[in-house]
C-alpha cells in the first residue's frame, strides 16, 4: 500500500525510536535484577552514587541500520520496535480507515508506550476520533514463567530490569506528545485476568509483543476472535522468541487459520483476517 508520507509521523518514528542517522553511544543503566554476588555489589555501589547524582552504566554503541529495524533494545527511547515496524503500524492503520474496517486499536505489551503512542498519533493525522486505543500490560515488566506453560520454563525475561515500564511512565509518556485522551484506555495486570473480562468489542488492529507463550496464547484466545474481516494482526516476536512462535502456530493450527503470513522484518511478522 502506497501513501503520502506525513511529516509530523516521520518526526514521530524518529523521536519514538530515539533514532539517528548516524553511529551513536548509549548509556545503559543496570538491567539484570538476579542477584548474583557481583550483581549484588555493582547494585549497592550504584545506590550509593545515585545519592550523590552519579549512576553506574554500560556504554553501547548503536548502529543506524540496528536501530532503524527494531533490534536492540534502547537505552531512552520510547519503543524497540524500529522505524519500519512503525511504518507497518501505519499502513494497517490506514488501510482500516479507507475501507472502513470496524473495530478499535489494541495492544498488549506496551513497555513504554512508543507503538500505541503512535497509533493515537497516526488516528490524530488522519482525523479519526471515533475509534479507541487500548494498551494491556503487567506494567511492571515481564511475569515469571508459569509452571503449567512448560514452553516459558527457561524464558527469564521477568529478570530484565530495563523491561520495566509503570503504568505512570506510559500515561506521561503520552503526555508528553499531547495524546493522552479519553479515547485511550490502559488494561493493567495479568491478561489472563484483564483480557477476558475487558469491554473490547470490534478490533480492527491487534498487534502483540508478548515475548511468552504464556501472555502470546491468552492475548490469541481472548482478542483475535474480536478481529473484525479486514483487520490485522502484528506479532513482534514471531522470529525472535521460540515461544511465541510456537503460540501462534499453536493457535493457528488449533483455529484452522490460513491467512498468508507476512514478514515485516527478520523478528515481527502480521496478517490480514480474511
Do not use: H
Not at 542477584?35 to 545519592?51: A, C, E, G, P, V
Amino acid at each position: 500500500m502506497n501513501f503520502n508520507l506525513s511529516p509530523y509521523l516521520e518526526l514521530m518514528k524518529v523521536v519514538l525510536t530515539d533514532f539517528y542517522p548516524i553511529k551513536q553511544t548509549e548509556y545503559y543503566p543496570l538491567k539484570r535484577v538476579k542477584q548474583t554476588w557481583k550483581i549484588s555489589l555493582l547494585n549497592q555501589l550504584d545506590k550509593l552514587l545515585r545519592t550523590r547524582n552519579f549512576a553506574i552504566s554500560k556504554m553501547k554503541t548503536v548502529l543506524p541500520e540496528i536501530r532503524a529495524n527494531g533490534y536492540d533494545w534502547p537505552a531512552n527511547a520510547y519503543t524497540m520496535v524500529g522505524i519500519n515496524r512503525l511504518t507497518n503500524i501505519e499502513m494497517c492503520i490506514r488501510s482500516i480507515v479507507t475501507n472502513k474496517t470496524e473495530g478499535d486499536l489494541v495492544e498488549a505489551g506496551v513497555w513504554r508506550g512508543g507503538a500505541v503512542i503512535f497509533m493515537k498519533a497516526v488516528l490524530n493525522e488522519l482525523a479519526v476520533n471515533d475509534r479507541k486505543i487500548w494498551a494491556a500490560d503487567f506494567f511492571v515488566g515481564l511475569p515469571m514463567p508459569d509452571k503449567r506453560y512448560s514452553a516459558d520454563e527457561q524464558n527469564e525475561l521477568y529478570l530484565e530490569n530495563i523491561l520495566v515500564a509503570s503504568l505512570e511512565e506510559v500515561k506521561n509518556n503520552f503526555n508528553r506528545f499531547g495524546l493522552l485522551d479519553s479515547n485511550v484506555n490502559f488494561l493493567e495486570g495479568f491478561f489472563k485476568e484483564t483480557l477476558p473480562n475487558s469491554s473490547i468489542d470490534k478490533i480492527a488492529l491487534l498487534r502483540l509483543d508478548c515475548d511468552m507463550y504464556e501472555s502470546t496464547i491468552i492475548a490469541l484466545t481472548n482478542l483475535y476472535p474480536k478481529i473484525s474481516k479486514g483487520g490485522f494482526i502484528i506479532i513482534d516476536d514471531y522470529n525472535s522468541f521460540k515461544e511465541c512462535n510456537l503460540a501462534v502456530n499453536d493457535y493457528r493450527k488449533q483455529q484452522l487459520i490460513d491467512e498468508r503470513i507476512i514478514e515485516i522484518d527478520k523478528e515481527a511478522i502480521y496478517w490480514q483476517k480474511n
